[in-house]
């Protein structure tokens, strides 16, 4: 809905992935172009030492915001950008994450989407990609479950939540782009 509204006023978006998450990545671009008011373009990098700066040995965790912050020290022009990672990432307070949005550039992991079920895991990455960019455009949590801006404090929340946002968040979204 949002995606449709405000055609001539989408942002550029740079999904930045490991060769191993090719097909997750386009997905993911797929799921936010539809959605969203972004038009992605997928690349494919080798992000071992962004991964290796920010990883913490103890926890056997990349911390999120350190990763997004060393990547984005890397990151030129003014693109939203969202990168892609098979390592399971945390933030400070919490034991896990799916993904944090922080800036103009956010971080998805796939380490506790993945699923023996490709149609649900890929629905997954869809949904954390989406409510990541949902975030770099200024969205903030919604309280409808069904929402794709909803928090996800568990993988079942993932599991219940849509892929779009609601018409709350949609017309929230539109407002701001129309600024």
């Known amino acids: 809905m949002a995606a449709q509204s405000a055609v001539g006023l989408r942002r550029r978006l740079r999904i930045v992935a490991v060769e191993e998450l090719k097909s997750e990545a386009v997905e993911g671009a797929d799921a936010a172009r539809a959605a969203l008011p ?21 926890r056997g965790q990349v911390n999120a915001v350190r990763f997004i912050e060393h990547f984005g020290s890397h990151a030129d022009g003014d693109d939203l950008v969202l990168l892609m990672i098979t390592e399971d990432i945390y ?30 895991y890929i629905s997954r990455v869809r949904k954390e990609v989406v409510h990541e960019v ?3 455009l200024g969205l903030r949590h919604c309280r409808d479950p069904s929402c794709v801006m909803y928090f996800s ?27």
């Not at 972004?38 to 103890?58: G, M, T, W």
């Open 91 to 120: 933030i400070d307070g919490f034991n896990f994450c799916f993904g944090l949005a922080y800036g103009r550039c956010a971080v998805v992991s796939v380490h506790r989407l993945r699923s023996s079920d490709r149609q649900l």
């Open 153 to 179: 404090n568990s993988i079942e929340d993932t599991d219940r939540k849509g892929e779009e946002l609601c018409q709350r968040c949609a017309l929230t979204l539109q407002k701001s782009v129309m600024r």
């Open 38 to 58: 972004v038009d992605p373009v997928v690349v494919y990098a080798d992000l071992s030492e962004h991964v290796s700066r920010s990883s913490n040995k103890i």
């Open 134 to 136: 949902g975030h770099l």
